[in-house]
């Protein structure tokens, strides 16, 4: 009976946690501050199509009444401030499996309780442009703002890339750049922040127009955003994504193509290499990669243009394989009609 109870109260306890939880640094303007990130799990994305986001597969197992949602995600929340001292850290970044501002997926009770908790810190929290409604917003900034912070929200928005097309057919966003650009000026007038998510190399693109569509969506984006993260992008299990990769259809880009983007872009932005240095993740060949990975999160940090200068210049041997790929791979025609 007690080893039944035990086992119990520990499937009980994994349900609760959310899907991860970490303690980081990040550059926010000119300092490296302390920062909590949070991945809820939740009831999931009212969207649930983009073809290489696997967090659909992380949905909660809970039912969809509104009691269930709030009492689990309450109870994800208590697991982290839990492990977490509130005095530790002056971040907090926020993502769900869909979009915190979502008030189907996070109840305006648990907002609330979530702003409560983290009252006097900067908010970084994921959503889709559709959900930035200004009372939500307002009533938000208003019960976190305790003076500490000019702007004490930025709303982060997965904008993946400026380019229209690109974002139908290679992502599969369900929303315009215009969508965005309107986006920006609800959050503003709410007395918040924007922060923009620009994927490097979604599906179907080569090298060369990968690297060329993110220099331009960086250029389109900085009058709109306040921060920009390029994100390269990853292969997740059970994605649309890891389909064409698996049939060698795909590769993720390398990080030569990385480096190229941050030694040319006019601003410095952050750039959060998950996976970097393995297959499913912006790889070179192997040798090089762990220096180059660890620099490009150095950078982030220090926004050292040199650095990243250095890191171009290095020699070894898949450079001009990389070159080579730039100059000679052809794009990825796809069928213009049924």
């Known amino acids: 009976m007690i080893k039944l109870t035990t086992m119990v109260l520990m499937i009980s306890e994994l349900h609760e946690k959310p899907i991860a939880y970490w303690r980081g640094k990040e550059r926010f303007e000119d300092s490296i501050i302390e920062c909590l990130t949070i991945i809820f799990r939740t009831s999931g994305c009212s969207w649930n199509r983009c073809l290489m986001c696997g967090y659909r597969h992380e949905r909660s197992p809970f039912g969809e009444s509104k009691d269930s949602k709030e009492r689990h995600l309450l109870s994800q929340l208590a697991w982290v401030l839990d492990r977490y001292k509130n005095d530790n850290y002056q971040m907090v970044k926020i993502f769900t499996s869909g979009s915190f501002f979502d008030p189907e997926e996070i109840p305006p009770s648990v907002l609330e309780k979530v702003a409560l908790e983290f009252q006097g810190k900067l908010i970084i929290a994921e959503t889709r442009p559709e959900f930035i409604i200004e009372d939500t917003i307002t009533y938000f900034v208003k019960t976190i703002d305790n003076g500490t912070w000019k702007t004490p929200l930025y709303c982060a928005i997965g904008l993946e890339t400026s380019d229209d097309k690109i974002r139908d057919k290679s992502i599969k ?19 918040a922040g924007i922060k923009a998510y ?26 709109y955003t306040d921060l920009i993260s390029m994100n390269p992008c990853t292969v997740q299990s059970k994605t649309d994504l890891e389909y064409y990769w698996k049939q060698g259809a795909y590769r993720p880009p390398y990080l030569w193509s ?5 030694r040319k872009i006019p601003v410095p932005i952050t750039c959060d290499s998950i996976g970097g240095g393995k297959k499913r993740g912006a790889h070179n060949c192997g040798k090089c990669d762990p ?17 990243i200068a250095s890191l171009f210049e290095m020699e070894c041997s898949c450079k001009e394989e990389w070159n080579y790929v730039i100059d000679q791979e052809m794009p990825f025609c796809m069928p213009l009609t049924r």
């Not at 620009?198 to 009058?223: Q, W």
């Open 198 to 223: 620009l994927l490097m190399k979604p599906l179907f693109l080569t090298e060369r127009e990968a690297i060329n569509d993110m220099k331009s969506s960086i250029k389109d984006v900085l009058s």
């Open 173 to 191: 966003k369900g929303f315009l750049f215009s969508d965005f650009v309107d986006a920006c000026a609800r959050t503003r007038s709410c007395g």
């Open 258 to 262: 990385i480096l190229e983007v941050l």
């Open 291 to 307: 220096v180059i990975v660890s620099g490009i999160h150095d950078y982030s940090l220090s926004a050292d243009r040199e650095l």
